[in-house]
């Protein structure tokens, strides 16, 4: 593994924002349903998930609004940011810790604007270390990279190359890997340098009783393979 000590590391389970290495929870209303969101979170949040996303393109907004309450109360007792995709004025309604903005998405300095200086704001870099140190500039909180993987979520999402992992770390900002992540193939990324692995299909696509498990392997490879993971989290099963 690289030396993930050197200029730009974030000092994981003490950084600002609460943000450590780790799994990285993200809902598709596809695979969870509303009646099933809940519970899928908190099996992800039993194995050990440090961040969560809400991810929802399809449900109308009082829906939107009433799940990512949900989340937000059951996250906030769970002692883990959530993060709302797209919508920095929904997750100002809820009360999350934050939004992720991509490309095509409302402004870094504009959510800034509406969530405050406490908000975790993440920003969509695809594989590109410009708009990442445009995104660094306009006071992101962490980086995603991706897809380095296929996606059945998002197919179409520029491909990216794990050596931009590396390169990303000099940002010292937290560096987010996504797209076709699994339990098989995360351990790759960890190495290259990714602080958190987010997830959709690797961790919610399948049987549900199988979530906590699968979110226990992932927290399990931060265990073997990130220098700076601290967990509280039962490791047994
Ligand atoms: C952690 C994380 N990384 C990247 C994305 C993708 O954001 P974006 O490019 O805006 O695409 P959509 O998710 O909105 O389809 C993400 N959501 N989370
Ligand atoms: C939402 C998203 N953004 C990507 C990017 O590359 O920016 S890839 C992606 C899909 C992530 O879902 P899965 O884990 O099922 O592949
Ligand atoms: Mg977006």
Redesign the pocket.
């Given at each position: 593994m690289g030396d993930l000590g050197s200029p730009g590391t974030f000092n994981a389970g003490t950084t600002a924002k609460g943000l450590r290495p780790g799994l990285y929870a993200?809902t598709d209303s596809q695979l969870l349903p509303a009646g099933k969101l809940m519970a899928a979170v908190e099996a992800a949040l039993r194995g050990g998930a440090v961040l969560v996303q809400y991810?929802d393109k399809k449900a109308p907004q009082p829906e939107r609004l009433r799940q990512a309450r949900d989340l937000a109360a059951l996250c906030n007792s769970a002692g883990v940011p959530l993060i709302i995709n797209d919508d920095a004025e929904l997750a100002r309604r809820c009360g999350a810790a934050g939004v992720h903005l991509?490309q095509s998405d409302s402004s870094l300095t504009e959510a800034r604007q509406q969530l405050g200086e406490h908000a975790i704001i993440g920003a969509?870099c695809?594989a590109d270390l410009a708009l990442a140190s445009s995104a660094d500039r306009d006071g992101a909180d962490y980086l995603?990279f991706?897809?380095f993987f296929s996606?059945?979520?998002?197919p179409n999402?520029?491909a990216?190359d794990t050596s931009v992992l590396a390169r990303a770390r000099h940002f010292g900002k937290p560096v987010t890997a996504?797209?076709?992540?699994t339990t098989d193939n995360g351990e790759l990324l960890i190495r290259a340098g990714a602080d958190l692995l987010?997830?959709?299909?690797?961790l919610f696509d399948g049987d549900p009783a199988a979530i906590e498990t699968r979110a226990r392997q992932f927290t399990r490879l931060f265990a073997a393979h990130h220098p700076l993971f601290s967990s509280s989290v039962h490791q047994e099963s």
């Open positions: 993200i991810r991509g969509t695809h995603a991706g897809r996606s059945n979520t998002k999402a520029p990216a996504i797209g076709g992540i987010a997830v959709v299909g690797g």
